[in-house]
């Protein structure tokens, strides 16, 4: 057999052996991975998200009282506890120490004492 036909079918059977693997490795990259099925998860958020609004119905109207009246609680302060959902003064009487401090962080610790900061909200609670 003549080598310039040994070399060009060798040429033929390496380009359509690599033309194949390509084109199944392609294939298999273009394709999306099986889909996982979420179904189970959005429920749960669903019907969490409807529990949440009916529990925001029953709220009513939320008192937003002046927290800066109470010595100690300045911008930072309100902002971080309006953040951690205390708008009014019995909210924030109702709050622990230790809640107290995990919402407002170690500012609270330097800046004012937790326990005086309750009790003036409590007094101001009862005011109002």
Known sequence: MNPWIVFLLGVLIGWLLEWIIDWVYWRRKAQPEATVDNSAELEAAHKEIEELKAELENCGEVRIDP???IK??????????????IFSFAQLGALTPAKLEEIVGEEVRRLADEDELIRQAKELAKEN
């Open 67 to 69: 927290l800066e009246k």
């Open 72 to 85: 100690g609680i300045g911008p930072v302060i309100k902002r971080k506890l309006n953040e951690g959902g």
